[in-house]
């Protein structure tokens, strides 16, 4: 028996679920493994652990994660539940869409509900994890093939999604570097409705951005994934969106390319608030797009804080309210942070030098309040802006695509 075959088995479920068991009582792994093992092998203990904690951490993204079979790299790559629920809704229902390199399902369990979907990885394990999971789904209408792109015939096929594994390890990432390629995935699409889920610093030529739409899609205060869309009516080429996913809804922005080149304008001092970007925009190079789509100020010249004195409610941009500003000496700031009674201080620094943000961090004061305080650049020097996060009213529920409705 395959060894993802006794998994699946009453004896393979029942070992992994009291594996997890013990490991979320914080058991000692090894008297768990000592306690499997009375009953199976050592292999099948260890193979159940390793089940287990991957079914815990899997809990961040997926509700059904401890029914579902991954392993440690399928689980890191795999799409959360909410992305790809986000993602799917991309697709027009009905349609039929094939999910290429589907890996352990993660987009695939978005795509399948009211779609006929096709589930696609050339790793034999990884399609029959991804079979397991769309069962575990309840996805009827959804068949997996162990094939590869090249291999698999779409001509059936409405709506294509790719999720190209990524064959350099690193950050920067050049399009070249997937398997399939981008160029054979660009050639094989027809005139097929696509989207192309790559890493955020994924680097496009020029001329190929020029052709298509590129949306940068974030869960939390992260950049989660740069969604390359081709033929899609809602998503014009040489445009750019950054979508923010979260609990309380999806709010997205779209700009033209063109925005990234197109400077803002710089305060001469900080208004009545401070806005900070969702890391989505930055991934986007969109922070001069945002602050002149909203009417607001770069603090500084390579700062990527905004400034006004307009109420912004943006799930693309954290608020805070200034209390004051202090040019950046270490003295001014400590003499200021006593006066002020700060007790707890959550720094945030871009573009400072290290030494100064760690003599920062070393200020302490007896004070009470809580305080954020933020060293950036500005047009009169460096600065430091003591202000408060806010939190605004739940943003809409809808993804507009056109900047202008999203002002508040
Ligand atoms: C990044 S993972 C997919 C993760 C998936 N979207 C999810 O959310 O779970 C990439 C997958 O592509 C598969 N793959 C790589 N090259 C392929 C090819 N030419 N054809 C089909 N699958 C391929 C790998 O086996 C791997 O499982």
């Known amino acids: 028996m395959d060894k993802f075959d006794w998994l699946l088995t009453a004896a393979g479920r029942e070992s992994a679920a009291l594996a997890r068991e013990r490991l979320l009582e914080q058991e000692n792994i090894l008297r768990i493994l000592k306690r499997m093992r009375k009953s199976i092998s050592p292999a099948q203990a260890a193979m159940a652990l390793e089940l287990a904690k991957l079914q815990i951490r899997a ?43 589907c890996g352990i399902g993660g987009d695939a369990i978005g795509l399948a509900p009211n779609r006929t979907l096709a589930a696609v990885d050339q790793q034999q394990v990884i399609a029959q994890m991804a079979q397991h999971n769309l069962a575990v789904y309840q996805s009827t209408n959804a068949s997996v093939f162990h ?27 050049l399009a070249h570097d997937f398997s399939p390629p981008l160029t054979t995935i660009f050639s094989g699409i027809g005139g097929r409705l696509t989207g192309i889920k790559l890493a955020p610093a994924t680097n496009l030529p020029q001329h190929t951005r020029e052709k298509i739409h590129r949306e940068f899609i974030g869960e939390r205060r992260e950049t989660k994934q740069q969604l390359v869309w081709l033929n899609h009516p809602e998503y014009p080429k040489n445009r750019t969106s950054c979508t923010v996913v979260s609990s309380r809804g999806v709010e997205s922005m779209t700009f033209d390319n063109d925005e990234q080149f197109k400077l803002c304008e710089i305060a001469d001092q900080t208004g009545t608030y401070l806005y900070e970007p969702h890391s989505v925009v930055i991934a986007a190079r969109m922070v001069n797009g945002i602050a002149r789509s909203l009417g607001l ?10 400034t006004g004195d307009q109420y912004c409610n943006s799930a693309l941009i954290s608020r805070f309210r200034i209390e004051s500003v202090v040019p950046l000496s270490i003295e001014r700031v400590a003499n200021h942070i006593h006066r002020e009674q700060y007790g707890e201080i959550e720094w945030k620094k871009r573009a ?29 020097g460096a600065i430091v802006i003591f202000c408060q996060r806010e939190v605004g009213p739940p943003v809409p529920q809808k993804v507009s695509h056109d900047p202008a409705k999203n002002e508040t």
């Open 59 to 101: 809990r961040t993204k997926f509700t059904r994660a401890d029914e579902m079979l991954f392993t440690k790299t399928s689980l890191e790559q795999a799409t959360s539940e909410r992305l790809a629920l986000y993602k799917a809704s991309r697709f027009p229902t009905g349609s039929s869409v094939a999910d290429i390199c």
């Open 147 to 173: 094939l590869s792109f090249e291999g698999f015939d779409i001509s059936e096929i409405d709506c294509l999604h790719f999720d190209p594994d990524r064959r350099v390890a690193g950050r920067t990432v």
């Open 297 to 306: 100020q770069r603090v500084g010249n390579g700062s990527a804080y905004l």
């Open 352 to 380: 400072v030098e290290q030494e100064t943000y760690e003599q920062l961090l070393k200020l302490k004061s007896r004070g009470e309040r809580k305080i954020t305080a933020v060293v950036t650049p500005s047009q009169r």
